[in-house]
């Protein structure tokens, strides 16, 4: 039988979306502001960035799956 998602995983898959687009400018602008001129920095930079998201979507994943 086909069951709908609750509401509780739609608003998290809503906020993971939501927050990773605001997230992902957010970094973009701030590296891209403060090493222009740096690529090796802002290589560095967004593989940190890139690890960084998954705690938060860790956390609203582990609080809306229950």
Known sequence: MFMYPSFKK????MAILIGLAIYALVVTRLIEAFFAEH???QLICYLIAGIVWIFPAYWVLKKTST
Not at 10 to 13: L, T
């Open 10 to 13: 739609f608003a998290g898959i």
């Open 39 to 41: 690529i090796v920095l």
